[in-house]
């Protein structure tokens, strides 16, 4: 991915943290305008920052006891 895609690319995904989980596929439809590819990538980075939250309201002790 070049730099300035790259750029693209957080700046949506920026702007998609200050909506409301539930209105961010309305501003991914607008904001990416058909373009799949930027779509994919935006969500891949909502999905990533999803799951690094669910890891953190996790209590360490209680992930590690379910691991064994």
């Known amino acids: 991915m070049n730099p ?5 690319v ?3 995904f920026e702007q998609a943290l200050d909506h ?4 961010r596929g309305v501003f991914l439809d607008e904001a990416c305008q058909g373009d799949a590819a ?3 990538e935006v969500e891949s980075l909502l999905a990533s920052d999803r ?3 669910n ?3 996790s209590p360490v ?5 379910g691991s064994c």
């Not at 300035?4 to 693209?8: A, K, L, T, V, Y």
């Not at 002790?61 to 006891?65: D, N, S």
């Open 20 to 23: 409301q989980p539930e209105m």
């Open 55 to 57: 890891f953190l309201e």
């Open 10 to 12: 957080d700046k949506l």
């Open 4 to 8: 300035e895609r790259w750029q693209e």
């Open 38 to 40: 930027l779509r994919r």
């Open 61 to 65: 002790l209680e992930v590690a006891a």
């Open 51 to 53: 799951q690094a939250e």
